[in-house]
């Protein structure tokens, strides 16, 4: 299998880290190729903005989905789009590794998003959920989370996990084409104990074996 893991974590000593790490280990050691796009460490600009663009539609007025037709119509899209599309395109398994941050993506993720799934190249209105470019293609969430399991619970807190992932699961992954395996959830990462934290990167190996296997 190919897989492609999008790690959105400032520090690679984190637990989210940790989870990116054994993901690469794990798969690179039961034959799979695996690439990774580091966002931080790489410096992913976040922001949409005509430097996606080689060239352009309208030099007048910015409208984004239009210069993103055009690119890829052209193959107008900056280098650092490009190469991010390429892998996309490339794997049978994407790994989206990442912190729930105010219930939901860190910025830079989202930011990963708005700029690489771009309209024409990877969705438009006939082509999207059953239709969707990247149909075929698995996707797994790997969220690491403050909160406890009681807090993600019905009439916990937060509420269930299910409702808060939605606008990711169903709005951007779904809309797609992806195939979306249930997420692997590290809940309260940093407040449970060391060997809470080994039996999880152990559980994410078994989820990576049962993913991978069929
Ligand atoms: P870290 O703190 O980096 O790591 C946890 C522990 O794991 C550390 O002790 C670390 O040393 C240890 N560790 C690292 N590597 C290993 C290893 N190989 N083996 C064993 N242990 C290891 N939480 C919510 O629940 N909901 C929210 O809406 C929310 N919003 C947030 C918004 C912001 C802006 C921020 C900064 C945090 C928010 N949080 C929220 C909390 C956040 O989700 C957690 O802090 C985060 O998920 C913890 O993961 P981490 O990788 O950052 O943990």
């Known amino acids: 299998m190919k897989a492609f893991v999008v790690y959105a974590h400032p520090e690679p000593t984190s637990f ?3 989870l990116r790490d054994t993901a690469v280990r794990w798969l690179t050691d039961a034959g799979h190729e695996v690439k990774v796009s580091d966002l931080y460490a790489e410096d992913f600009d976040p922001r949409a903005g005509r430097h996606d663009f080689t060239g352009n539609a309208d030099a007048n007025r910015f409208d984004y989905q239009a210069e993103q037709v055009h690119a890829t119509e052209t193959d107008g899209f900056a280098p650092t789009l490009a190469r991010e599309q390429e892998r996309l395109l490339w794997c049978d398994l994407l790994i989206l590794q990442y912190p729930l941050w105010w219930g939901g993506l860190p910025a830079i993720l989202k930011g990963w998003f708005d700029r690489v799934l771009a309209y024409k190249k990877f969705y438009d209105l006939a082509n999207r959920y059953d239709n969707g470019v990247l149909k075929g293609r698995k996707v797994i ?3 690491t989370t403050g909160g406890t399991p009681e ?10 996990i299910g409702p808060i992932l939605h606008p990711v699961d169903h709005c951007i992954l779904r809309y797609v084409g ?6 692997f959830i590290a809940y309260a990462a940093g407040r449970v104990t060391p060997e809470e934290r080994a039996a999880l990167l152990r559980a994410w190996e078994v989820r990576l074996a049962e993913i991978t296997a069929g």
Do not use: K, Q
Not at 151 to 158: A, H, L
């Open 178 to 183: 992806l195939d979306i395996a249930d997420p």
């Open 141 to 143: 969430m790997s969220i």
């Open 151 to 160: 807090r993600f619970s019905e009439g916990g807190m937060f509420g269930e």
């Open 16 to 18: 989210n880290g940790a």
